[in-house]
Nanobody, 117 residues
Framework: HVQLVESGGGLVQAGGSLRLSCAAS????????MGWYCQAPGKQRELVAT???????NYADSVKGRFTISRDNHSNTVYLQMGSLKPEDTAVYYC???????????WGKGTLVTVSS
């Protein structure tokens, strides 16, 4: 089993930056994909960014050029550097991990990011 623990959320003004971190513990040495999803009030959870163990990244169109995802495979930690933040980025951000074999998905408890205008 894998446990995901997020940190780094908080309150920031529009245009500011935040860095989220998520550390995977337990049987984390075979995690294929790690990433971040967000859920704003009244909306469904949606993809922000993912990164594979080989370094392939994927971003939602809304964050391209503003957010950067990175991963430390040795420590099984994924980071999300968030820049040029907008009020519409306000959401709970959830860390996500997926193992292909067997196909298993894990979620963190979430960390709140609030961007004030």
């Amino acid at each position: 089993h894998v446990q995901l623990v997020e940190s780094g959320g908080g309150l920031v003004q529009a245009g500011g930056s935040l860095r989220l971190s998520c550390a995977a513990s337990g049987s984390g040495d075979s995690i294929n994909v790690m990433g971040w999803y967000c859920q704003a009030p009244g909306k469904q959870r949606e993809l922000v960014a993912t990164v594979t163990s080989t370094g392939r990244v994927n971003y939602a169109d809304s964050v391209k050029g503003r957010f950067t995802i990175s991963r430390d495979n040795h420590s099984n930690t994924v980071y999300l550097q968030m820049g040029s933040l907008k009020p519409e980025d306000t959401a709970v951000y959830y860390c996500h991990a997926r193992r292909y074999f067997p196909d298993t998905t894990y979620w963190g408890k979430g960390t709140l990011v609030t961007v004030s205008s």
